[in-house]
């Protein structure tokens, strides 16, 4: 697996909070979508669909779209 790139907040705040979060799944979400959305500030919502969670992960990366921010199961998506 390569080096993916992280906010302090996703490292510090993020994986703290959601210890289950893998990083495999959020390169995947990266690599392979369900969904891209641009959000208003230029950051970059990532749907995956996660079978370990039975539910879709959200992985928010900054402008980049490469430096993962955020990621959080995905209560309400709808692909």
Request: zero cysteines.
């Given at each position: 697996m390569i080096e993916i790139p992280t906010t302090d907040y996703f490292r510090n705040d993020v994986l703290i909070k959601r210890p289950y979060i893998r990083l495999v799944w959020c390169?995947?979400?990266?690599?392979?979508?369900?969904?891209?959305?641009?959000?208003?500030?230029?950051?970059?919502?990532?749907?995956?669909?996660?079978?370990?969670?039975?539910?879709?992960?959200?992985?928010?990366?900054?402008?980049?779209?490469?430096?993962i921010h955020n990621a959080f199961p995905d209560r309400r998506f709808k692909p």
């Open positions: 390169q995947s979400a990266l690599l392979n979508p369900v969904r891209r959305e641009i959000q208003d500030d230029g950051r970059i919502r990532h749907w995956v669909f996660v079978s370990e969670l039975n539910r879709y992960l959200r992985v928010v990366t900054l402008e980049d779209g490469v430096t």
